[in-house]
């Protein structure tokens, strides 16, 4: 059995909460909210997993250095948006050595910084690592059958945090590549965002699939730039991950997207979703990152311009169509 301290107590770290104590280990979990937690400490629910009981053994607190004291390891769940605040929190009680797990999906706008980027800034007496893949918190917290990975960049990290999240329902794979999953999980987002507009204008099948394929290419062509692998992006927390996003109503980024392509604003549809929505966060942080590598983002372009300059979803979608003609793959040969 461990000691766990889950930082932040939204869906997904109340999910991974569940998961963890369902493993055996002894669970804190923690909210900046005061009232937010006492209530579940009360109620033993969540108001967003209305189906999920918590279990008594989970001890809820807004006590940080209670939540962070003695434990073998920290998962920090908190939205992309506040980890570097959280981290600046946690840094006074974080022992040398810890072991945090990022499960935040995003890049920092004012600096392009990934999640671990930031904790390692803030707490650098930490050992940083990732949780990543395709796994909606609704169906996590129920039990149902998930796999994700676990990266780190020291093999032995990587596999002491999946001996902790294995489980006959969440199954977790190593990698050693934790930029390449950072990238995959802050843009498919984006892609989400943009394959919700065309649900909300009423396209099919196949405009969600050119998206999310089309997408992946341009996830993969920025992450190799960055120095990620290609491997990473055609596997669950690149390819995997952008499925799940696109196409379920778990995905608050999708459900914002068809709001939008509704008619909604930007501002209407993320307070209409009731969540961070954390594409809109990454969209903009994702195009600079496409002028700073010097890689075309056609996608990632129109949905920035969707959100922030004006364009409607309409024409976004006309705009990608009518592109200058393009070879799928450019380093394939032809016959002479």
Request: charged share 25%; with cysteine; aromatic share 4%.
């Amino acid at each position: 059995m461990a000691k766990i301290g889950v930082i932040g107590s939204g869906t997904w770290g109340t999910a991974i909460a569940i998961l963890l104590n369902n493993n055996g280990h002894q669970v804190d979990l923690w909210s900046a909210i005061p009232e937010e937690i006492e209530e579940m400490g009360r109620t033993r629910r969540h108001k967003n997993l209305p189906e999920v009981v918590l279990a008594d053994s989970i001890r809820c607190t807004a006590d940080l250095p209670e939540a962070m004291n003695d434990k073998d390891l920290l998962v920090l769940s908190v939205p992309s948006v506040f980890v570097r605040s959280t981290a600046r929190r946690m840094r006074e009680f974080c022992r040398d050595g810890q072991i945090i797990v990022d499960v935040a999906k995003g890049i920092e706008e004012e600096t392009l910084s990934m999640m671990t980027t930031i904790i390692k800034e803030e707490i650098p007496q930490c050992e940083p690592a990732v949780l990543s893949g395709p796994s909606h918190a609704e169906e996590v917290s129920r039990g149902l059958p998930t796999t994700c990975v676990a990266g780190s960049r020291k093999k032995a990290v990587a596999e002491y945090i999946q001996s902790l999240f294995m489980s006959p329902v969440f199954r977790v794979y190593t990698s050693p590549d934790v930029l390449g999953i950072e990238i995959g999980a802050a843009l498919k987002n984006v892609v989400a965002l943009a394959a919700g507009i065309a649900d909300g204008l009423g396209y099919g099948d196949n405009t969600k699939a050119a998206l999310i394929t089309r997408g992946i290419a341009e996830i993969a062509r920025l992450g190799k730039a960055m120095g990620g692998k290609y491997e990473t992006f055609s596997g669950l927390t690149g390819i995997g991950d952008l499925i799940v996003t696109c196409a379920s109503m778990h995905s608050r980024n999708r459900r914002a997207g068809i709001l939008i392509g509704k008619g909604y604003s930007m501002e209407e549809a993320m307070k209409e979703v009731k969540m961070v929505v954390e594409g809109v966060y990454s969209a903009k942080a994702a195009i600079a990152l496409s002028k700073k590598y010097q890689v075309p983002m056609p996608i990632v372009e129109q949905v920035n311009d969707v959100l922030f300059n004006g364009k409607t979803a309409k024409e976004a979608v006309q705009d990608l169509m009518l592109r200058d003609k393009r070879i799928e793959h450019s380093d394939l040969p032809w016959e002479e």
